[in-house]
């Protein structure tokens, strides 16, 4: 039974990997944002040397207003700069962070929830109010478990009321945390932090993901039109749709469950194997057996379904101990590897019903020969 037992924990383990790598890729689109696509400068070439992607400073605040206006099956649309490394002081702790500016409509986009507080409204963009919005991480770092909002932080020495937290959404699957960050309106970010009048990242929220296409197309021919850009030129930003990067990440963890599941199917063979081979030396050892109980009356039928059943038992307790142990190894992985699975009913069901096919399949030739003896010659073997 341990081929069985083997195989069908093996089957249970892969399948809860698998489940387990699909939903965190879920978890992660979700945390992104719904239909998220997201805009950023081009490069620049200068000497024949190409200065990466984000070199250019084309994409502007009147971009946004265009997109929101002109584009269709928009939901919403938010800049995003972002200042790096930045030293933030608070009640005499200081914590190094992302300073991030942006608009009302970043939530909506990168669908973020407020903790405490408020986030800051549009007479706070249009003023250049000095307020921000906290991360959890730095929030926890800075304040502890106290209430952070209407405290006062100091970002470049220019000192800031906070009005907000954010719900804390944890790290991406790069391992970058989401949560060590500080919003603050795009306006106050460009006049009192960087002096910069050009946006890092254009978000846009497409209204259904039927139209994420559409949205894509519309913005492209837009901003090339804004941006006076020859049908030679090429484009000087580019566009990238999130959930299409996202799907190949699913379907790469969908490619490793398949692995994982060809392993379990490997170890199930082997379980056969082991049980076809048992059950026909069980079939030698009992030859005279065999003979005697077909001499006096049994009937080919009897002896195939005596020796099916007695495969099947085996193949079913192997199954219920590899259940169980699967389970077990599954919950093992996720505690100490840290390593989300997800043990469903079917994956549960899958492993068993493997385990009775196994069972019947390699069970039934050892069977087939025993009843297939001639009495006679059954009872003359020694």
């Known amino acids: 039974m341990l081929g069985i037992i083997i195989g069908v924990a093996a089957v249970i383990c892969s399948t809860a990997v698998g489940a387990g790598s699909q939903a965190a890729v879920l978890k992660q689109i979700e945390s992104l944002g719904a239909n998220l696509i997201i805009i950023t400068p ?16 084309t994409l502007r605040l009147s971009d946004i207003a265009a997109i929101t206006t002109d584009v269709p099956h928009v939901a919403a649309v938010a800049p995003y ?28 986009v990168g669908n973020w929830i407020i903790a405490q507080g408020s986030f800051f409204s549009e007479e706070d963009v249009r003023k250049v109010t000095k307020v921000a919005v906290l991360g959890s991480t730095v929030a926890a770092n800075l304040f502890g478990s106290g209430n952070a909002v209407g405290s006062r932080v100091s970002i470049k020495s220019v000192p800031f009321k906070v009005v907000g937290v954010l719900v804390p959404k944890g790290q991406t699957g790069i391992g970058r945390d989401q949560d060590d960050v500080v919003i603050v309106s795009i306006s106050t970010h460009e006049e009192r932090l960087t002096g910069q ?37 090429p ?62 009356g049994a009937h080919s039928r009897d002896i195939l379904l005596q020796f099916v059943i007695e495969a099947l038992t085996m193949a079913c307790a192997g199954g219920l101990i590899g259940v169980g142990f699967g389970a077990g190894i599954s919950y093992l992985v996720s505690a100490l590897a840290h390593w989300q699975t997800v043990i469903t009913a079917l994956s549960i069901v899958l492993g068993f019903a493997s385990a009775l096919v196994t069972g019947v399949v390699f069970g039934f030739y050892p069977a087939h020969r025993a009843a297939s003896l001639s009495p006679i010659d059954a009872l003359r073997y020694e």
């Open 81 to 108: 700069s972002q200042l790096g490394a930045t030293q933030v002081i608070a009640n005499g702790l200081n914590w190094s962070t992302t300073v991030g500016g942006t608009t009302t409509e970043w939530p909506i």
């Open 42 to 57: 081009g490069a620049i070439n200068t000497g024949g040397v190409s200065l990466g992607t984000g070199s250019r400073t």
């Open 197 to 233: 009048h050009y946006i890092g990242t254009i978000m846009i929220s497409a209204a259904s993901a039927n139209t994420v296409s559409e949205v894509i197309d519309e913005t492209e021919r837009l901003l090339r039109i804004s941006h006076k850009l020859d049908p030679a030129d």
């Open 235 to 296: 484009d000087d930003f580019t566009i990238r749709n999130v959930a299409s990067v996202q799907a190949v990440r699913e379907a790469t963890s969908a490619t490793q469950a398949i692995l994982l599941a060809a392993v379990a199917i490997v170890s199930l063979v082997v379980g056969g194997i082991g049980i076809m081979n048992i059950m026909l030396v069980s079939v030698t050892e009992r030859t005279r057996e065999i003979g005697l109980r077909m001499a006096v």
